[in-house]
Nanobody, 121 residues
Framework: QVQLVESGGGLVQAGGPLRLSCAASGSFFSVNDMGWYRQVPGKQRELVATITSGASTNYADSVKGRFAISRDNAKNTVYLRMDSLNPEDAAVYYC???????????????WGQGTQVTVSS
């Protein structure tokens, strides 16, 4: 019912920028919080940044000042601008969205398929 399609991952040199995008599509009433998480092999998935429908943001300490999350509510799309990337930022980045299927119904949590970010030193 809800698909999150990510784009923008790839290989970047250390110190360089990268921008991720994630668009939500399907049948739903509204998209509430959206966010980005990342995971490396052998470790738990960790929060990178989240943004509410009202544009309030939250960042992991490790990315504060380097990453910026934003969204376009009209397009149900969330973005992650990543600057000053370092090898520790390399991971599979997953988009997350909390979607409400009706005005007074429950909200469900959805994940994208993940996009690989590789940082060369």
């Amino acid at each position: 019912q809800v698909q999150l399609v990510e784009s923008g991952g790839g290989l970047v040199q250390a110190g360089g920028p990268l921008r991720l995008s994630c668009a939500a599509s399907g049948s739903f009433f509204s998209v509430n919080d959206m966010g980005w998480y990342r995971q490396v092999p052998g470790k738990q998935r960790e929060l990178v940044a989240t943004i509410t429908s009202g544009a309030s943001t939250n960042y992991a300490d490790s990315v504060k000042g380097r990453f910026a999350i934003s969204r376009d509510n009209a397009k149900n799309t969330v973005y992650l601008r990543m600057d000053s990337l370092n090898p520790e930022d390399a991971a599979v980045y997953y988009c997350n969205a909390v979607v409400r299927h009706s005005r007074f119904g429950q909200a469900n949590n959805y994940w994208g398929q993940g996009t690989q970010v590789t940082v060369s030193s």
